[in-house]
Structure formats: C-alpha cells, structure tokens
C-alpha cells in the first residue's frame, strides 16, 4: 500500500488538534498495532498508530478494535510511561516514512519527563519505538531485534536509539532543476521515467514517481527520450506536488471502484482513473481498511459456511444412495408373495429336505420360477416362511420410502443454504444463512452469542426492473423467499423458480388493467436463473405459475413450497436493472 511520505505528511497534518491533548487510554489491538484514546479540545480523538509489515500507517481514526483480554507487554510498558502524558509535538523527518510523536509526562515519583514515540513504516522493518529523548535509550519496542538480526542497530529496553539507516541517494527537494536533470540523465535510461526518478532519489515512492510522470504527461515514454523539456516538466510536477503537501492541499482518494477499492492515496489519479475522494486522510483511511476487513471477514465466513454445507451435502448423498440400494432390496418383497402363493397352491409337489423347487407361474405357465427352500423346515414351514420375508420386506420398503422422502426434503434444504450463502453479497446476508443453519441444528450457537435482533432492511427482497417497466422483487435467502412468496406476494402476481434446482423466489408483481408481456416474463425468469446454483449454465429450465398457486406444506422447512398450474420456460441467466 502506498503509505508514502507524502501520505504520511497528509495524516500527520490531520493529527494537529492532538497537540496539547491529554492520553487517556492505550490499547494494543493486535502485536503491531497501538491505539491512543486522547482527550482534547475538539473532543475525544483516536489516534492508530501502526508497524504492520504491510498495512503500516498513522492516522486518526473512528473505527472500533477488538483488544485482547490481556494487555500486551508493549501495552503494559505504552500504559506506565504515556497514559495521562500530553502530547507536544508530531514530527517527520524529510523524505521519511517516519514519524516522531513527543509527550509531556511524569515519571514513577511524580517529576516532569519526556517520553518519545517513534513509528518507521518501512514494511517488513517497520517497528513502533518507545524511547527517552534526553538520553535517547530505548525503553521498549513493538519489535526487539539484535544485532543478529540487524547488523546496522539493536532495538531493545536499553539501548542507544538509532533511526533507520539514511539513503545514499539525495532527497530531489534537496537538488535545483539543473542537478536534478544531471542525475537522472546519468542513470539507467533504459528504465521508464517514473522508475528512473525512483531510482536516483529517495523519499519517493513508486506511486508519488508515476503521478508525477503522468502530471508531467511523459508516462508513456521511455526514459532514453528525456530531454530537457521533458526532465524540466517532470521537475515542475514534483514542485507542483509538494506545494499541494506545503498548503496542506490534500484530495484523499480510494482508488478503484467502490467498494472494491484497491488502493489509498492523498492525491486523485492525475489520468482520471476510478477513484473516490474523502474529505480527510483519515476518513479514506478508515473506509478503505473497514471496507477491506469487512471482505476479508466475509471470504471466511462465507468459506466455512461453505465447507459446513457441503460436508452436509456430501452426506445426505452417500446416505441415499445406500437407502435407494436398500430400497432396490426390499421391493423385491413381491417375489416372495408370489413364491409362498406357489408353495402354497403346489404343496403336495414339495419333498421335505428340498433346496429348492421349480414351479409354474401363474400368470405365466410356459415359465417356470425357481424357489429356494430351507431343507431343515417342513413343505408347510417353507410357505410360513415365505409370507414371513414378505411381511417384513414390505416393512422395510415403507420405512425406507419414508427414509428416502425425508433425506430427499433435507438434501434439497442443504442445496437452497448452499444456494442463499453463495447468494449473500453482505455480511448481514451471510448472518442470516448462518442464523437459519443454527435453527435447524446444523451449527451451535455460541453460549455466548445473543439471538440476533430482526433486521428490517436485511428482510426486504431485492428489487428490480424489467426494461418495459414492470416491479420484480427477488429473495435472497429461505426467510426471505418465505415471506416473499407467502407475505408480500399478491394472488395475481407471478412466481418463479428453476425447476428442481435451489434457488431464489421471484415475484413478478401485476399492474392494474395491464397484461404481463412475454418479454417481462421472459426477464423475471431469466433473474431467477442468474440467482440460482444453474446461473452458469446456457439455458436453464424456469417454472412460473400465478403466486396464489404456492402453497407451504405444514411442517415443510424455510423455502420450500408446493406449486400448481406451472409453466416452463427455458432462459439464459441474466441479471436485470435494480428498481430505484
């Protein structure tokens, strides 16, 4: 991420209210991570200052953050020297991706001290640095490394503080136009001109170097192409840049499309690509790490709902396949009728100690059906026993008909979660899926987890258009599809569902004295089947009949209903216009 000077420098500007504040609270969310709760004029500020090897930043911030039940030694260490110290100064060194917070405090017997804080965004080196700035020891870090790790410094309690080893290249702010052009045209020309100028300066980052190229309108050309122009345009773009920072300027931006946003910056992309301004740092800040939580929070829980299914899937599967061979087996129970009807009406053929007899079948003379005996049982056992396999084949048959009707109901119910997780395009959405899992016993809930509150907005259908204008709402998971199809739905709408395949309820709603059109018909189908497990298939098979066909049976679990009068219609998925 490019938490570079220049954004440094736009965070830092926001945290000016902070000096003078009082800290009242630390925290340590996470091991790289320390939050100050300050106390100031314009009210309780936070303060999140982080060395994450890639997530590195400073910034105030408005986010809530789970802490650990058990403060951190870090923590301990931040709560003894800093909690109630005032904060003096913030400051950044030229060209560095660090920065330097000052406080007022006092120590253990009451006298007046000066602590210092010092974070280094430098990725997989970045720390978080606690430190005396009259002696300049090191009282703790985030991070505690020896010179086995680094051979340029040690950072541990005790130590002499040293900064981050200085660049051997010269800062560009530190050159005039004609020693700037001189450096660059002595570098590798054959690099393009934004990493040619990250190359032979330090304080710029790869981003900051292709904004300027581009603001300079030489992003497309070859570094081998410079000439004096061109470096004196590239010159003119960094001044411009850092007038913007000195002004204090700054246009916040997310860059990407919302809510997909892939990167951070503190100017707009000067070619105008996607992006969406914020009012402050902090603020994109917190909306682009809040909205990247929130999607990595969903992937996981959308992954384990996901495996928790299919494992349930994969069960109800193997079950009825073994039910359906046992029921192959049991509904052979009329072979035995007919054999005990053939001892019964041949018994003077039988000869006791037989293994078996051939017979005649009755409805079929010509074929004679073989009979195994139990020579140890008299003729007249023999039929006994007969009837005896018939009556109990008969009672297995039944049982299992009954066995195989309700793994089929359940197996369905499985694939209609599986269909409203992949469905959920929210956590909220994924909540509900989880919710209903934990009603039919599929998950436990947490003893110390409270039953969700009904949400209302999470309980309205999705809407939508069909391009001549008719309304058509759309369930998102088996509540929904529920109270869609059973609540909201009128007698005279249409509904809709793939044909034996989970999926969601469709309801195309009626207009007074106006005739649905095939092509309404035809977009309403085709949503269902975008919105089900088929939408990656050619056609799919569409059922459709007017909602005061759908019936619940008693009983029947959440989304699954009975339907009359249906009609088919065979659509490609495609997804329609969201209603206003």
């Known amino acids: 991420m490019p938490f570079d000077t220049l954004t440094m420098r736009a965070a830092l500007a926001e945290c000016a209210p902070l000096v003078g504040g009082r800290v009242t609270k630390i925290y340590q969310p996470d091991r790289f991570s320390v939050l100050l709760r300050c106390y100031t004029p314009a009210g309780n500020l936070k303060l999140l200052l ?102 340029y410094r040690e950072v541990l309690p005790g130590a002499v503080y040293l900064p981050p080893p200085p660049s051997d290249k010269p800062l560009w702010q530190d050159v005039n136009e004609e020693e700037f052009a001189a450096r660059l045209l002595s570098g590798d020309l054959s690099l393009s001109p934004a990493r040619l100028l990250q190359n032979e300066f330090s304080g710029l980052s790869p981003y900051l170097c292709r904004e300027a190229a581009v603001r300079a309108g030489i992003g497309d050309m070859a570094a081998e192409e410079l000439g004096e122009y061109e470096i004196s345009r590239l010159y003119a773009a960094l001044k411009q840049i850092d007038a913007i920072a000195a002004s204090g300027a700054f246009r916040p931006s997310l860059l990407g499309d919302e809510p997909a946003w892939h990167d951070y910056y503190a100017l707009p992309p000067a070619d105008g690509a996607p992006h969406t301004e914020f009012s402050a740092m902090s603020e994109a800040l917190d909306t682009f790490f809040g909205a990247r939580q929130e999607r990595q929070e969903f992937a996981a829980a959308h992954s384990r709902l996901q495996k928790l299914l299919t494992r349930e899937q994969q069960r109800l599967t193997k079950k009825l396949k073994l039910e359906q061979a046992d029921y192959a087996s049991a509904s052979q129970a009329e072979q035995y009728k007919n054999a005990g009807d053939l001892l ?67 197996l369905a119910y499985v694939e209609s979660l ?19 899992m934990q009603e039919a016993g599929y998950l436990k809930r947490p003893a110390n987890q409270p039953k969700p509150k009904a949400d209302a907005a999470a309980r309205e259908p999705k809407r939508y ?59 309403a189908a085709a949503l269902a089947a975008r919105h089900s497990r088929a939408r990656e298939a050619d056609k799919v098979p569409v059922d459709y009949t007017a909602a005061a066909n759908v019936k619940k049976p008693n009983g029947a679990k959440p989304g699954m209903v009975i339907y009359t009068g249906q009609q088919t219609i065979y659509v490609a998925p495609c997804e329609l216009t969201p209603a206003e």
């Open 344 to 410: 019964s009406a041949y018994l003077h053929l039988v000869q006791p100690g037989q293994t078996e007899i051939e017979l005649p079948d009755f409805y079929q003379p010509e074929r004679m059906v073989k009979i195994k005996l139990s020579p140890e049982l008299s003729p007249a056992e023999n039929v006994k026993r007969c009837f005896h396999r018939y009556n109990k084949a008969k009672k297995t048959e039944r049982q299992i008909r009954l066995q195989l009707a309700a793994n089929s109901d359940e």
């Open 50 to 151: 982080s060395a994450h090897p890639v997530d590195g930043r400073l910034q105030l911030s408005s986010r809530a953050y789970a802490n650990p039940a058990k403060p951190p030694l870090f923590c301990m260490v931040l709560r003894k020297h800093l909690e109630g110290a005032k904060i003096t100064a913030f400051y950044q060194p030229p060209g560095e991706r660090v920065a330097q917070i000052d406080f007022a405090a006092r120590n253990e017997i009451g006298e007046a001290t000066r602590r210092r804080l010092v974070l280094e965004v430098m990725g997989k080196h970045s720390n978080l640095i606690l430190l005396d700035p009259d002696t300049n020891l090191i009282i703790d870090a985030a991070r505690r490394y020896t010179h086995n790790v680094s051979r």
């Open 418 to 436: 599986l269909a409203a997780a992949d469905e959920a395009a929210a956590l909220s959405e994924l909540a509900a899926v989880e919710q209903e």
């Open 465 to 523: 258009r069909t391009s001549d204008g008719f309304l058509v709402l759309l369930g998102r998971n088996n509540r929904q599809n529920d109270r869609l199809t059973l609540r909201l739905a009128e007698k005279d709408d249409l509904w809709f569902h793939t044909q034996k395949i989970p999926g969601s309820h469709v309801i195309l709603r009626a207009e007074p004295g106006r005739e649905f059109s095939d092509r309404a018909i035809a977009e």
